[in-house]
């Protein structure tokens, strides 16, 4: 006699399941389209933020789980709201909010 897991029975009756790490990887994705939008590369947002480069390209990958105190920090430095960067939009638009005006100064953290 198979086991049917959770996964599995959502999927027999068409109801979606997420997983923890599906929505690390959409989360990390949003951020990835944030920074992105605001031209920035991976390097200077470690700067603005504080966080490793590599900490941030396994957050965006999906592959690192992010504290809140990380992704209040991630948010600060691309100028959205932490719920920016958690939110699914209905319109399924994978970037948060428009880019707030002004330029990043990145002269402090060289």
Same mark, same amino acid.
């Given at each position: 006699?198979?086991?049917?897991?959770?996964?599995?029975?959502?999927?027999?009756?068409?109801m979606?399941?997420?997983?923890?790490? =599906?929505?690390?990887?959409? !989360?990390?994705? &949003? %951020?990835? +389209? *944030?920074?992105?939008?605001?031209?920035?590369? /991976?390097? #200077?947002?470690?700067?603005l933020?504080?966080?490793?480069?590599?900490?941030?390209?396994?957050?965006?990958?999906?592959?690192? =789980?992010?504290?809140?105190? !990380?992704?209040? &920090? %991630?948010? +600060? *430095?691309l100028?959205?709201?932490?719920?920016? /960067?958690? #939110?699914?939009?209905?319109?399924?638009?994978?970037?948060?909010?428009?880019?707030?005006?002004?330029?990043?100064?990145?002269? =402090?953290?060289?």
């Amino acid at each position: 006699m198979a086991v049917l897991l959770p996964n599995a029975i959502n999927r027999m009756i068409g109801m979606p399941h997420d997983t923890d790490q =599906d929505r690390l990887i959409r !989360t990390g994705g &949003r %951020i990835r +389209a *944030a920074r992105g939008a605001r031209g920035l590369n /991976l390097h #200077e947002l470690a700067r603005l933020s504080g966080i490793s480069t590599s900490a941030l390209s396994l957050i965006e990958t999906g592959q690192r =789980d992010l504290r809140l105190t !990380t992704l209040c &920090r %991630i948010a +600060a *430095a691309l100028r959205v709201s932490a719920g920016d /960067l958690l #939110e699914e939009r209905e319109d399924g638009a994978s970037q948060p909010a428009a880019v707030r005006p002004g330029g990043y100064d990145l002269g =402090d953290y060289t």
